[in-house]
């Protein structure tokens, strides 16, 4: 898959990069509310706090600062917050602190579950790390089909494609990608599709991108913050899919955006002003804390 990457060629003047889950499709609430929270919840055995912990999970992940945050450092965020939270405290429910999975994680290896198995060998916390994810890829695969992308995003894509070489960029593993995109007939569109077992974003955009493109001839459209730092990375521009508001976002793409991309007159205030808006939905401190 890393071939993929470093095969990718410049064939036209403007480079697109797009994330999946929450800015292509609808999916990222049936995701995690009705995948990841309660693989997670039967998994750690947080029945008695499950309550907590789908606070924590849907905030950690849907509306936080943290959204779009890979999986397994999206884990060990929540149960760091579990195990601060008074009303667990007050349960005596032991919350795993999940030592062995951060370390994984700061040894900075491709966050997906191949690279995930091959530290797992011999490593009982680990393999039960990579049960979990499994689990959850089992869940996500007979929960989430037949929902389709956002209106506006196929002719966002198709009028896009005129102009410039695009690839989905995403956290996502590739399998899920590649069905979801072939599902609803948007593969077409794009010459490459990197999920996780290539690496963050920003590898992804660096290996891609950064060499083959001017920087304000780059773009990422993305609905969080971890897309907004892949872009500037490699010193793209952002644009976001609200969080709430994605037909909108997308409606402006195609009406506005991508001339002003296209025309050099994206970058600036008009830019900025748009990050503020993704900033002011997506807060950094959960509401209880401040209760």
Known sequence: MAQLLSASQREKDFFIAIDSDGCVFDTMEIKHKECFCPVTIRHYGLQAVSKFARQSWEFVNLYSVHRGM????????????LRKRPEVLRRNVSIPALEALRGWINSK??????????????NGALAD???????????????????????????????AAEH??????????????????REHR?????????GQEMGPKSHQL????ASQYAPD?????????????????????????????????????????????????????????????????????????SQ
């Not at 890979?70 to 917050?81: H, I, K, T, Y």
């Not at 410039?164 to 995109?181: F, G, I, N, Q």
Request: glycine share 6%.
């Open 70 to 81: 890979n999986r397994f450092p999206a884990l060990v965020e929540v149960m760091d917050q």
């Open 164 to 181: 410039a070489d695009m690839m989905v960029a995403s956290s996502t593993p590739v399998e899920a990608l590649r069905r979801e995109w």
């Open 217 to 289: 001839r780059m773009l990422m459209i993305g609905d969080a913050f971890s897309d907004y730092r892949a872009a500037k990375s490699v010193n793209a521009c952002f644009f976001p899919i609200l969080p709430g508001e994605e037909e909108a976002s997308w409606e402006r793409f195609l009406n506005e955006v991508l001339d002003r991309f296209l025309s050099g007159q994206y970058r600036g205030a008009y830019e900025n002003d748009l990050i503020g808006e993704l900033s002011a939905r997506l807060p950094k401190h959960p509401p209880w804390e």
């Open 109 to 122: 290896p491709k966050l997906g579950n191949p690279a995930l198995a091959d530290a797992a060998t011999g």
């Open 129 to 159: 790390a990579l049960l979990w994810s499994e689990t959850v890829n089992k869940s996500v695969t007979e929960m989430v089909h037949g929902v389709p992308p956002f209106p506006y995003v196929h002719d966002s894509l198709m009028r």
């Open 186 to 194: 948007l593969s077409g569109y794009v010459e490459l599709i990197a």
């Open 206 to 209: 660096s290996i891609t991108a």
